[in-house]
């Protein structure tokens, strides 16, 4: 009895040890000093080229380019949270345009009632109500006159939609190509549903002619660019979330459902709740997005639910680079800044444009513009 308990502590006591990796950091130096110097651009750099900088001066930031740039980083924020469904969790929505709508029209909704009497009927009520008839406003607009509210709705409308959605969605187990052309009619569904005068949403038309926000002039220069930094910062905040979530645990699972979902289920774990979690965060992502691009662009309409649009936000994530987080929010700038070029030096070549380079991305450079310069780096180590 001595010599078998002497033998299992000497075979315990020379057993090694398995040693956990060390947490990998949120960011590398480099990273890190990437980051600030983005977080100085938006916060400093931009407001004093564009409010303190004469405008006739070369070093001006005109209040186009501001807009611009404004609007291009929502989208930013889309292509984000297109790489946190598609690109880790193998998911392609072809619907993400109807998340961005939703927390548009929700902002749309508070900017109309922030419009009071001054618009051209004078009355309390929006002046497409007043145009149909309307005696007062549907239910659907009870909140509307709270900010606060407002900014409640904008994260539980589009996070409500894509939870219920979502949830009958992977509990059916619906993937692959299924699973994208559902999405895309629930947002042609949608959009055809918001096109229609009865539903209180402006119809064709949407909502425009804002004219407050907080009760303070909202075409002022200040407050555009306070809109900017106010985008900057939460595309910047957003990207720090999603680099945390991807580096945890539950980030290692959406890759692993993303590459063997039936191994991940052999393996003990229940991808529903995954999907569903990221499905929803990623779908909030885009009505917060949606919410500060209203404002800046200064409309909402059916639109922004088409077809097109929701590929568009696809063609973002691909040409950047899927699964690397700032492929995606690159490949915005990248799209977008060639669409305000094109659209307006030769707008009936646009759409042949964006779908060659879809095909050409698709084929030639899987992993985006990321993965070239990766390829191109490694190259030149060799």
Same mark, same amino acid.
């Given at each position: 009895?001595?010599?078998?308990?002497?033998?299992?502590?000497?075979?315990?006591?020379?057993?090694?040890?398995?040693?956990?990796?060390?947490?990998?950091?949120?960011?590398?130096?480099?990273?890190? +000093?990437?980051? #600030?110097?983005? #977080?100085?651009?938006?916060?400093?750099?931009?407001?004093?080229?564009?409010?303190?900088?004469?405008?006739?001066?070369?070093?001006?930031?005109?209040?186009?380019?501001?807009?611009?740039?404004? %609007?291009?980083?929502?989208?930013?924020?889309?292509?984000?949270?297109?790489?946190?469904?598609?690109?880790?969790?193998?998911?392609?929505?072809?619907?993400?345009?109807?998340?961005?709508?939703?927390?548009?029209?929700?902002?749309?909704?508070? #900017?109309?009632?922030?419009?009071?009497?001054?618009? *051209?009927?004078?009355?309390?009520?929006?002046?497409?109500?007043?145009?149909?008839?309307?005696?007062?406003?549907?239910?659907?607009?009870? !909140?509307?006159?709270?900010?606060?509210?407002?900014?409640?709705?904008?994260?539980?409308?589009?996070?409500?939609?894509?939870?219920?959605?979502?949830?009958?969605?992977?509990?059916?187990?619906?993937?692959?190509?299924?699973?994208?052309?559902?999405?895309?009619?629930?947002?042609?569904?949608?959009?055809?549903?918001?096109?229609? *005068?009865?539903?209180?949403?402006?119809?064709?038309?949407?909502?425009?002619?804002?004219?407050?926000?907080?009760?303070?002039?909202?075409?002022?220069?200040?407050?555009?660019?306070?809109? !900017?930094?106010?985008?900057?910062?939460?595309?910047?905040?957003?990207?720090?979330?999603?680099?945390?979530?991807?580096?945890?645990?539950?980030?290692?699972?959406?890759?692993?459902?993303?590459?063997?979902?039936?191994?991940?289920?052999?393996?003990?774990?229940?991808?529903?709740?995954?999907?569903?979690?990221?499905?929803?965060?990623?779908?909030?992502?885009?009505?917060?997005?949606?919410?500060?691009?209203?404002?800046?662009?200064?409309?909402?309409?059916?639109?922004?639910?088409?077809?097109?649009?929701?590929?568009?936000?696809?063609?973002?994530?691909?040409?950047?680079?899927?699964?690397?987080?700032?492929?995606?929010?690159?490949?915005?700038?990248?799209?977008?800044?060639?669409?305000?070029?094109?659209?307006?030096?030769?707008?009936?070549?646009?759409?042949?444009?964006? +779908?060659?380079?879809?095909?050409?991305?698709?084929?030639?450079?899987?992993?985006?513009?990321?993965?070239?310069?990766? %390829?191109?780096?490694?190259?030149?180590?060799?």
């Amino acid at each position: 009895m001595t010599m078998t308990s002497t033998s299992t502590s000497t075979t315990s006591a020379s057993s090694p040890r398995v040693a956990l990796p060390a947490p990998a950091p949120l960011l590398s130096g480099a990273g890190w +000093g990437a980051f #600030l110097l983005a #977080l100085i651009v938006v916060c400093a750099v931009a407001p004093v080229l564009n409010l303190m900088v004469p405008a006739d001066s070369v070093f001006h930031l005109s209040d186009y380019a501001v807009a611009l740039v404004g %609007k291009i980083m929502c989208y930013a924020i889309v292509a984000l949270a297109m790489d946190l469904i598609w690109g880790y969790t193998g998911i392609l929505s072809l619907g993400h345009g109807l998340f961005f709508a939703l927390g548009g029209y929700v902002m749309g909704m508070y #900017l109309m009632r922030q419009i009071g009497r001054d618009g *051209n009927y004078k009355s309390d009520l929006p002046d497409f109500m007043v145009f149909l008839d309307w005696k007062a406003l549907p239910w659907h607009w009870t !909140f509307s006159d709270s900010f606060v509210a407002t900014l409640i709705l904008i994260v539980l409308v589009p996070g409500l939609v894509a939870l219920v959605f979502g949830f009958f969605a992977f509990r059916s187990r619906i993937k692959g190509v299924y699973f994208s052309i559902i999405t895309q009619a629930m947002t042609f569904a949608a959009m055809l549903l918001f096109f229609r *005068n009865e539903t209180g949403f402006g119809g064709n038309n949407g909502f425009t002619d804002f004219k407050r926000i907080l009760g303070l002039p909202i075409a002022t220069p200040s407050m555009r660019m306070t809109l !900017f930094v106010l985008t900057g910062l939460t595309l910047l905040g957003f990207f720090l979330m999603a680099r945390w979530l991807i580096r945890s645990k539950f980030g290692r699972v959406l890759q692993a459902i993303r590459d063997a979902e039936s191994r991940v289920m052999f393996s003990g774990y229940n991808p529903l709740p995954y999907k569903l979690t990221i499905w929803t965060l990623s779908a909030v992502m885009c009505g917060v997005a949606g919410a500060l691009y209203v404002p800046q662009v200064g409309i909402i309409n059916p639109g922004e639910m088409s077809t097109a649009a929701s590929i568009e936000m696809a063609v973002w994530a691909a040409v950047g680079g899927r699964a690397t987080l700032i492929g995606p929010v690159i490949g915005a700038f990248l799209v977008n800044g060639a669409k305000s070029w094109l659209t307006v030096t030769a707008p009936e070549f646009w759409l042949y444009f964006l +779908g060659a380079l879809f095909i050409a991305v698709t084929l030639y450079l899987p992993q985006g513009v990321v993965g070239l310069v990766k %390829k191109f780096r490694e190259g030149g180590g060799q």
